[in-house]
């Protein structure tokens, strides 16, 4: 049998525990299967387990596995999370219902032709570089606020902040920071917290988490 349903009601608990602790409403947080990498069989399992929402990194792999998925189950909502090539808009547009990691003008503009050649908005999210590394994807925190008008202007439906903060740091004081200029910019959005950090970043306010190890292996199922 498989352990997928077992894995999936582990992760949920500890969102919904970690959530009561900050005195949040857990049903507040929606947790993403970040699915990069999995076959459309382990993505199977786990839609069956009564999973919704999933992300992908790569448009190429979510063009071959997704479009049959989504036939087979069209309440599922897909999310993009990694790097998103502006030439590969178009496709975006057309598939995802959530863009986590939009981080620059040029992709704005050309998110928004899409959007409007397709008739189809996603649901945005601004990606921070906030621990400010070189090689991070995101924008600068100091730009953010500029980006984020660009994108309002740009008719782009705007929800919320996402930021994967340094490795091997304490992840805390980046998403109290992603917190506070969300609050700031008056989003209500906050996509933090992967499987190693879910409970933190709930803790300080995510509402989306993010979430493939501890959801698709064996090993990592103990959280
Ligand atoms: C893969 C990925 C995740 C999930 O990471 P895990 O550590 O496996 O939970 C979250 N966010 C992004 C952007 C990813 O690419």
Redesign the pocket.
Known sequence: MSEAPIRLNSVICSIATAAREARRDPSSVTL?A?S?GRTAQEIEELIAAGQKDF?E?RIQEALAKWPRLIARHPRVRLHF??RLQSNKAGEAVKLFDVI??VDRRSLVDALAAAARKSGRSPTIYVQVNIGEEEQKGGVAIAAMPALLDEARAASLSVEGL?A?PPQGLEPSPYFALLAKLARRCGLKGLSMG???D?REAVMLGATMV????????EE?AQI
């Open positions: 993403v970040a990069k992300g990194s999370l990694g986590h990691s996402m994967i992967m499987s190693g879910h993010r979430i493939g190890s501890a959801l698709f292996e990592a």
